[in-house]
């Protein structure tokens, strides 16, 4: 069973930085893409970063610069660090395990941006 859980998620002020993790078991992880998506309010759900089990990263245009996703196989866990965190950052994260051609999601984590 695939089990996918996102966390550190919160309620911060514009400007500073957040890590977000997402845990995963049920699957071979280090051959896994991860991936995180967002969701903000009244709009649909965009795709982020994503991580392949190679190492090699890829961005949104809205997230270069920012935003860097890692993995750490040991931990079956990856990251996304955030920084200089803005107001239109406010959204559910969401983390995509991609394992044998399935996708796999977790619940979210929400991530609340003052200005």
């Known amino acids: 069973q695939v089990q996918v859980e996102e966390s550190g998620g919160g309620l911060v002020q514009a400007g500073e930085s957040l890590r977000l993790s997402c845990k995963t078991s049920?699957?071979?992880?280090?051959?896994?893409?991860m991936a995180w998506y967002r969701q903000a309010p009244g709009k649909q759900r965009e795709w982020v970063a994503q991580i392949n089990g190679g190492g090699s990263t890829y961005y949104s245009n809205s997230a270069k610069g920012r935003f860097t996703i890692s993995r750490d196989n040991a931990k079956r866990t990856a990251y996304l660090q955030i920084h200089s965190l803005k107001p239109e950052d406010t959204a559910v994260y969401y983390c995509?395990?991609?394992?044998?051609?399935?996708?796999?999601w977790g619940q979210g984590t929400q991530v609340t941006v003052s200005s």
């Open positions: 995509q395990v991609q394992h044998w051609g399935q996708e796999y």
């Open positions: 049920g699957t071979t992880f280090s051959t896994n893409v």
